[in-house]
């Protein structure tokens, strides 16, 4: 929640918080997945999924082991 305060014939809004873009009064949020797959494995490509304020990413592909922001890979017989 962003805090909005009142002032002498208006108000302002602090910033919305990260994950999210707007002017503070209207707060949208950011598809993350969109830029650079999200921070998200590239090499192998792994899914990025978009959350509410945030993102997840998948699971490394078979043969390669990792949290899905970085997969090394490990050879299918290694797993």
Known sequence: M?????TPG???CGPCPAGYSGNGFYCED????LVNNGGCS?????????TVGSRTCGECPPGYIGNGVTCQYVGICQI
């Open 30 to 33: 950011v598809n993350e997945c």
């Open 2 to 6: 962003v805090a909005c305060i009142n």
């Open 10 to 12: 208006g108000f302002h």
């Open 42 to 50: 590239l090499n192998p490509v792994v899914q990025c999924i978009n």
